[in-house]
């Protein structure tokens, strides 16, 4: 895949040109759509999904007025340099949604990996850091229908060509890009057509029993695992070491306090620096 692609550097993103180099068999291969702008791609792949849309749609937006982070935060979505979309993953393939959010960050990662040969950090459960700056986030949103069929709404959010000029004061030093990892620009429809295929790899992967496989791969990445943390979550904070990722997804924290072994399957993790001998 040619990394430098300046004759696409300006473009919008197209669903024809995605349609030509997309090498999946059902991720974006039904029903897609490109907007120039959407309050949230999750939010339209909700709306569509109940819609009656199936399994492999894929939103697309140039920017989000409404872009939404977990644990209700906003993602900052400027148009034209980044990616942000969603897919309807129908039926979920896997009993434990943390599962679904922790092999969606693996396929990220490991996509960005394989095509720009620098391999992301991911933070449980599934922030993407190249050199500590978050670079891409995921939103996992379970929906039930009235017949009781459940599927996912999983959303992305790549920053591709942004550039440090471009962060708002509040990211700066926090956030970073694809193009500040590596020092070059991307084609946006080559980098969204590499994180489908591996998103889709790990989907059926989970699908035909390859949980565990999964499992090895994440821990692999995983650089919580084996540091001192503070995990919050329900407004209620703990310190610990996180002790590694248990076969449900969930992190496992040993607490200082009384040497209890706790189980998470969501919560917010702030890294602790290693006390100094
Ligand atoms: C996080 O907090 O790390 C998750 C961020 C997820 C952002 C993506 S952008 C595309 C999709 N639509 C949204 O509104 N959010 C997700």
Known sequence: MSVFSP??????????????????????????????????????AKFLSR????????????????GRGR?????????????YFSLILKPVPVDDPPLLTLAAGLAVAEALDRMAGRTPELKWPNDLLFDGLKT????????????GSRWAILGVGLNVNLE??????????????????????????????ALLKEIEEVYFKLASDGRAE?????????????????ITTGGQSLDGLASGVDEHGRLIVIRHSDG??????????????????
């Open 136 to 147: 891409a986030g995921i939103l996992t949103e379970l929906e039930t229908g009235s017949d």
């Open 7 to 44: 004759e696409y550097d300006l473009t919008t993103l197209s669903e024809s040109r995605l349609n030509t180099i997309l090498e999946t068999k059902r991720l974006g291969r039904g029903l897609i759509e490109v907007h120039q702008s959407l309050d949230s791609t999750n939010a339209r």
């Open 214 to 230: 999964t499992l090895t791969r994440y821990r692999r990445l995983c650089r919580t695992i084996g540091q001192r943390i503070t």
């Open 51 to 66: 819609a009656g849309a199936g399994e492999g749609a894929l939103i697309v937006a140039e920017t989000q007025t409404s």
């Open 164 to 193: 440090v000029a471009d962060l708002p004061s509040e990211l700066a030093g926090r956030a970073g890009s694809l193009m500040i990892a590596t020092g070059c620009s991307w084609d946006r429809h080559e980098v969204l057509a």
């Open 71 to 83: 644990l209700g935060r906003s993602w900052h979505s400027p148009p034209g340099k980044n990616l």
């Open 260 to 277: 209890r072994r706790l189980s998470f399957a969501g919560g917010e993790v702030t890294l602790r620096p290693s006390p100094q001998r």
